[in-house]
């Protein structure tokens, strides 16, 4: 289990753990589709980590119609990014 999930300090800073919960999954889903890590330069490949970190530096959020939003940008796509367009 990751050590970021047993502190309450993650849960308050989203808002609650259904909140919590929605964004990982939200954002584990777009990792998931070849979506980008907001964390310059991080090695790991565990998806689950890039996105705890994500949340606890202040990369991504939610949005009021419970959207992954990044901070200061629109909302993230849940589209599959379209590689063979030129």
Known sequence: MHEELKEEA???????RFKLSTLIQKRLVQLNR?????????????KMEVVLQEILQDKIYLDTSNEVRVTGDAPLS????????L
């Open 78 to 85: 849940m589209e599959a990014p379209d590689f063979d367009a």
């Open 10 to 16: 993650i849960v308050n800073k989203v808002g609650g």
């Open 34 to 46: 070849g979506s980008r890590p907001l964390i310059p330069g991080i090695s790991t490949e565990d």
